[in-house]
């Protein structure tokens, strides 16, 4: 069997943009840092069975979606999204027809066994971007305020502001990958919001922070990296 050094990945062209905003009208600037993510990534080696719809996983990359979701050395994919595997590449391709953070449904064979489980996708490539934003006025009723998170990448504590002013009670969710909130703080605030956050309980990954109002909701990629 030929093996292909192959990394479920594949963000053909990886390009991560960045969209400027006309600032000189602007009575204030604020600065929102926030991260850009391109290429779709499983996080496993793979070569093919020959004469099956199949590949077989030579090895699994640490801290990556398939090691996270029990995906192990031998396992056999038979399936993504319910088609079959016709060649590395035709799973390379569906692959890199979804974004980081997607939910997908891999099949394989594990110990014989048929598995199905569904996953988020990493990203392949990862930048912080500083980006400048008008902050003059209130964010309009039904629509996020903007939100950044300091440091980010982050350790052990996070600060989390807005670029608006935000009134009232207001909720603070950390959410893993696979949807499930970590942890919830209600809280109230007036004005623009800065408030520091605890997340020395978080292992090394990636989170979703999202900031919820009577009026809108703002969510913000959060990575740990200790």
Known sequence: ???????????????????????????????????????ALIGVRISQIPNTKSVLVYEVL???????????????????????????????????????????KITYKHNNVEMEKQIALNALYSKTVTEKVCCDEPAPIGTAAQISIFPNPATSKIAIKSSHVINGEFTISIIDLKGSILSKTTA?????????????????????????????????????AK
């Open 188 to 224: 109230t605030n007036k004005g623009v919001l800065n408030m520091p956050l605890d997340i020395s309980n978080l292992n090394n990954g990636q989170y979703f922070v999202k900031v919820q109002t009577a009026a809108s909701q703002f969510v913000e990629k959060l990575v740990v």
């Open 62 to 104: 640490p801290n990556k979606a398939a090691q996270k979701n029990g995906i192990a050395v031998n396992d056999i994919i038979t399936k993504f999204e319910g088609v079959e595997i016709l060649s590395n590449q035709h799973l390379v391709g569906m692959v890199a027809a979804h974004q980081p953070g997607d939910l997908v």
């Open 1 to 39: 069997m030929k093996k292909n050094l192959l990394l479920l990945t594949v963000a053909l062209s990886a390009s991560l943009f960045a969209t400027a905003q006309d600032l000189s009208t602007c009575k204030s600037i604020c600065e929102k840092t926030r991260i850009v993510e391109s290429g």
